[in-house]
């Protein structure tokens, strides 16, 4: 009998959500994975070592990975309304020039959009950039331990309970300028599984993304206890922004934003340069 495949995806609701019914073997016909939970830094790390079957990770980080793995067309994170934003004290000035800001990682969506942001938004550029977990971004900025952070996920609703303020959305500058919806969280698999396999697993993915959708209460209990820091009505809010038609499938418009947050990103010399067919699904 072969090994279960080995997948790792983020504690957020938005994953545990979405990967519920297939972790849980509530899939007839699709057996459950072994499951790693991790910040979205690490599983791109993981990713770029080739050490698991199935991820998510950052769409920012796939320039480096296309080679093992395939982007999938179903289960990331994409949309509108739910770009990452820059936070600062009240006290903070609103130029961002020299100053130190807190980012998850610099390999992700949120950095890239950040940085395209940065090119025509701070003048002077930036500072020191400290990669910190993202649940310990907004704790540093209100202690003064950097001057500004990049937020994702759950922050959009509980960054004021920190006593902190929205300095710029990345996803209004983003849709804005391209009219497109922000890629944030990308899903994606070993190639060596072969093309049969991955549209299987495509077809997994979206029937977990499906039987979520048809019977929300089965993963509430899931969701809680993996989410951090949150009350179950921000955590509602969190899948209500984030698990959307473009998690069941990418489609025309989010592949043209995947491949418009690269181009631009490679040509701010960010990320190597992706051929267009290495997008592609088998």
């Known amino acids: ?84 934003l820059v936070l600062t004290r009240p006290d903070t000035p609103a130029d961002l020039s020299g100053r130190t800001v807190a980012v998850p990682s610099e390999r992700s969506t949120a950095y890239l959009l950040f940085r395209l942001w940065a090119a025509g938004a701070v003048p002077g550029g930036l500072g020191r950039i400290v ?46 300028e391209t009219g497109l919806p922000i890629p944030l969280g990308a899903i994606v698999a070993r190639r060596s599984l072969g093309a049969a396999r991955l549209r299987e697993l495509a077809a997994t993915v979206r029937g977990s993304v499906e039987a979520a959708w048809a019977d929300p209460a089965a993963s509430r209990d899931y969701v809680l206890a993996h989410a951090q820091e949150m009350d179950p009505a921000v955590a509602d809010q969190h899948i209500e922004l984030y698990v959307n038609a473009f998690t069941a499938d990418l489609g025309e418009d989010g592949y043209a934003a995947v491949r418009a947050l690269l181009t631009r990103a490679a040509a701010e010399g960010l990320v190597p340069a992706v051929e267009p067919d290495a997008l592609a699904f088998p």
């Open 1 to 84: 009998m072969a090994e279960p495949l080995r997948i790792a995806y983020s504690p957020c609701p938005n994953d545990t959500f979405v990967f519920h019914a297939w972790t849980h073997g509530l899939l007839p016909g699709s057996e459950a994975p072994e499951v790693l939970f991790a910040d979205i830094d690490v599983t791109n790390g993981l990713a770029e070592r080739a050490e698991l079957d199935v991820l998510k990770i950052s769409y920012g980080a796939l320039p480096w990975v296309l080679d093992e793995y395939a982007l999938l067309p179903c289960g990331g994170a994409l949309g509108r309304g739910c770009g990452p």
């Open 131 to 176: 990669v910190l977990p993202f649940h310990e971004i907004m704790p540093a900025v209100r202690d003064g331990r950097v001057d500004a952070g990049l937020v994702i996920h759950e922050a959009r609703f509980t960054y004021q309970r920190y006593g902190l303020v929205r300095l710029a959305d990345m996803g209004e500058a983003w849709e804005r």
